[in-house]
């Protein structure tokens, strides 16, 4: 997720009073969009296009939130080489590749091709090769610098200047505060000169051959990524994607390369990994995404929702002095007119919801149960805010929230409410009746209070004021209104909105106000304050589009929901199937693209584990393991042709599922106990 952004002054009338929010200033980020990435934390190397780092914005070699590299300038034969081609290979590694006319070209075509092979973990390996009939002999040099700058520091134009170099070793070597950073050459070179941090060879090229530099960044820190370990997901040669559309096995790929690229470890709890929000903005701990992530992936394995569980059971709140049960999260941006959201109350609600849905895709009693206790905690503490207020909602909290109660949050209590009373009653644990009751109540209360009759055929409010008046906004957050969880028996709970009420909101979100052609717009076309490039004002954000694919599939709407699909799916073309957090809510046309957002994370990890989900929502697998039982509710009208989805997992063991041309879904694979059911 990109940083909050500032309070934004709304265009024409407000749809309702909304206390103001303060506005902090936020420095200008430097634009990532057209940067090439290479992910794989706690390692990342950020540059253009070009290849050559040359220390401006964000460009450079970072290990563990610090600036290690900051400038990497190749010179060959005295002169810049000519940036042909420039593109990520996979997560963390990106592949540059440049030409050099020499005084030996008698003609137009460049005689020495360079390939710059930069990874993620600090090294980058530049190999020449020569196409002349002739022995060369070549001066090469590279330039480096760097200034030891912490991320947020660079991100916000405060880096400083770069530092000193001595000559170290075959390279060289900087040092600030406690901080060092050294960069060793293979072969050693020829000659260093620190006072410009340039290292230079002569490099013999003979006829036809090449010569290869290696360089390798070392700080005293490990930088071994935890996803290349042992990893809570399966690599992406274990989970295959086959189909008549040749792009669901690169988005398929590319989303679980990603989303392993951005595990890091909890520091005491070394053998937990959970996904960091994304880079570069966010490369640390963000509990409602990294929750969200885990949920989505569920397919691939419960072992990433174990570990992501673990580590935000030990931060909850855990004295009676604070609120007890809640998991602590920063606030978020909610777009022009609703005060930023609490990421805390979400990760909060989220947790009973991932360990009921991990446990129906196969996670182990014994860890259920160690678990459980934290799931009651934030029950609990649900009980007691709900109990607080006077209306029986969850009201929004922090700056400008003023006894707001938003409609997203509600569909968040709702699924807890449900998805936690199965799971206390199945681990025979006291309170799921009380929580059926207050699920019932306040389905019935929402559908009266929350929902807004017009000529149109009505639509949800957004939210309503302190004072109980609505805020009629539509938006990409309806989409949770869709996404009542999954219980057992292959059972999807109920939703907040009745029958009549659901088929409006799938015809407002497959309509050209909210479809943008590429996905889900966070805020409808015609919405006062409606910007394309809003972070919750307008752009596609894709967690959005995947929970309104999945609701619309799961609610009998596959039409608005294939639109949809097809619309992500084009957009993660475009991108080289690396799907941004977000962008641009430009309406789609026969000769369009889909327009990048400059502050989006890429990758992100809701983004990337929203591939996965969209994938899976067109076989519609809904296992239930305590049971032994697993159902399929595909997607009847195939809308990618044949599918078949191989190393998915249900109840730990490996799980292949076909969808035929005609929509119909087959189990190829599965554990032998497992029943199909539904």
């Not at 390798?216 to 189909?243: K, N, Q």
């Not at 990618?640 to 190393?647: D, E, Q, Y």
Request: glycine content about 12%; charged content about 20%; aromatic content about 4%.
């Amino acid at each position: 997720m990109a940083p909050t952004a500032p309070s934004r002054p709304g265009v024409g009338s407000t749809p309702g009073p909304v206390p103001p929010r303060p506005a902090g200033p936020l420095g200008e980020l430097p634009a990532v969009h057209a940067s090439v990435l290479c992910v794989a934390l706690p390692g990342l190397a950020v540059s253009p296009e070009h290849g050559q780092l040359t220390g401006h914005g964000l460009e450079g070699f970072y290990q563990h939130g610090r600036r290690v590299l900051s400038r990497c300038q190749l010179r060959v034969a005295g002169r810049d080489p000519i940036a042909v081609q420039g593109r990520s290979i996979s997560a963390d590694r990106a592949r540059f590749l440049a030409v050099v006319r020499t005084a030996a070209d008698s003609g137009p075509d460049p005689g020495i091709a360079v390939e710059r092979l930069r990874q993620a973990d600090g090294t980058e390996r530049i190999t020449l090769t020569s196409s002349s009939a002739r022995a060369l002999r070549i001066p090469v040099e590279i330039a480096l610098g760097t200034d030891l700058a912490d991320l947020g520091a660079v991100a916000s134009g405060r880096a400083g200047p770069e530092l000193p170099a001595s000559v170290h070793d075959s390279g060289m070597r900087w040092s600030s505060g406690g901080a060092y950073c050294a960069v060793t050459a293979k072969p050693p070179p020829t000659d260093a000169l620190a006072s410009a941090g340039v290292l230079r060879w002569a490099v013999e090229l003979p006829p036809g051959g090449s010569c290869t530099i290696e360089l390798t960044i070392r700080t005293g820190r490990p930088v071994r990524p935890p996803g290349h370990g042992v990893s809570p997901l399966p690599t992406t040669g274990e989970t295959r994607a086959e189909s008549d559309d040749p792009r669901v096995a690169g988005l398929l790929h590319r989303s679980i390369d990603d989303l392993r690229a951005l595990l890091i470890r909890d520091p005491a709890h070394p053998a937990d990994l959970y996904a960091a929000a994304g880079v570069p903005w966010r490369c640390g701990a963000a509990p409602a995404e990294a929750l969200w992530a885990a949920r989505m992936a569920l397919p691939l394995s419960t072992r990433l929702a174990v570990a992501t569980l673990r580590t935000l059971a030990r931060s909850q709140l855990a004295t009676p002095e604070t609120e007890l049960g809640l998991i602590p999260g920063p606030f978020r941006d909610a777009g022009p007119y609703l005060p930023p959201g609490c990421t805390g109350v979400e990760a909060t609600l989220a947790f009973p919801v991932v360990l009921a849905e991990a446990r129906r895709w196969g996670l182990p009693e014994a860890e259920v149960a160690e678990l459980l206790p934290a799931a009651e905690r934030c029950l609990r503490w649900l009980a007691t805010a709900l109990d607080d207020g006077d209306d029986g909602y969850l009201a929004e909290r922090g700056p400008g929230a003023a006894g707001l109660v938003r409609a997203e949050t509600q569909a968040h209590v709702h699924r807890a409410a449900l998805l936690g009373a199965e799971l206390l009653r199945e681990c025979d644990r006291p309170g799921a009746d009380a929580w059926l009751v207050r699920a019932a109540a306040l389905r019935e209360r929402f559908r009266a209070d929350f929902w807004l009759d017009d000529l149109g055929g009505g639509r949800p409010a957004a939210a309503r004021t302190g004072d109980g008046r609505p805020v009629p906004l539509l938006g990409a957050g309806a989409a949770h209104l869709l996404d009542t969880g999954l219980l057992g028996g292959g059972r999807l709970a109920p939703g907040l909105l009745d029958k009549v009420q659901t088929e409006q909101l799938a015809r407002l979100l497959g309509g050209p106000a909210m479809d943008s052609g590429w996905g889900l717009r966070g805020l409808a076309v015609k919405e006062p304050g409606y910007n394309p490039f809003g972070h919750r004002a307008g752009a596609v954000r894709v967690h959005e589009s995947a929970v309104a694919v999945a609701g619309l599939a799961a609610a009998g709407y596959e039409k608005e929901a294939v639109a949809l699909l097809r619309g992500v799916l084009a957009a993660s073309e475009a991108f080289g199937h690396r799907l941004p957090e977000m962008y641009a809510g430009e309406q789609r046309t026969a000769d369009s693209v889909p327009v990048p957002h400059p502050a989006a994370c890429r990758p992100a990890a809701v983004a990337a584990a929203a591939g996965i989900q969209l994938l899976t929502a067109l076989a519609g697998i809904r296992p239930d393991a305590p049971a032994r039982t697993v159902a399929l509710d595909p997607m009847r009208s195939a809308p990618l042709g044949a599918v078949r989805l191989a190393g998915l997992s249900v109840a730990g063991e490996p799980f292949t599922v076909r969808i035929s041309r005609l929509g119909v879904g087959m189990v190829e694979e599965a554990a032998p106990w497992l029943q199909l059911g539904g």
